[in-house]
């Protein structure tokens, strides 16, 4: 990708690389030219029992993990908020999102924080981890990571 170089545009090519209607590919090679070599992916959610959980990913098997959604489904995920915190060649950023299943929905059928860990080797920034957690009616998102 051109534009690894600012951190502005990883994250909006992030987000442009899962978001896309139902059956159409989304921009894998795209997506894995975003991520370093041996990054993780950690979708977390909670089981019906309250267990907090997390699934552990490379960018491979989270693309194999959401084909069969995104072949289904609709799936729209933006940024509604962010917070950045830089450190030398590190970057620690909070994106707030929403997703919806079309462009034109007014709600969002959900929202969470991904949190992503990022690296400037000098040359472009890469993303060496994402984690991330939607929101619950148990965990509401804290007003300051929202608009």
């Known amino acids: 990708m ?11 090519a992030l ?4 978001s896309g209607p139902a059956g159409a590919e989304r921009d894998t090679p795209a997506m894995r030219s975003l991520f370093m070599p041996g990054a993780q ?10 267990t907090p959980v997390a699934k ?3 960018v491979d098997s989270f693309i194999r993990d959401t084909a069969d959604y995104f072949r289904q489904q609709g799936f ?6 962010r917070r950045t915190d830089l450190f030398g060649n590190i970057a620690q950023v909070f994106s ?6 079309d462009e034109s929905e007014a709600t969002p059928f959900k929202r969470g924080i991904n949190s992503i860990q990022l690296f400037n080797d000098g040359k472009r920034w890469w993303i060496v981890n994402m984690l991330w957690d939607n929101e619950r009616d148990d965990s509401p998102m804290p007003t300051k990571y929202l608009p």
Do not use: F, P, Q
């Open 56 to 58: 552990v990913m490379d």
């Open 96 to 101: 707030s999102y929403e997703a919806r299943n």
């Open 41 to 50: 992916l950690v979708r977390t959610s909670v089981t019906d029992d309250g």
């Open 76 to 81: 729209y995920e933006m940024e509604i908020a």
């Open 2 to 12: 051109s534009d690894t170089h600012d951190l502005d545009a990883v994250i909006r």
């Open 15 to 18: 987000y442009a690389s899962v």
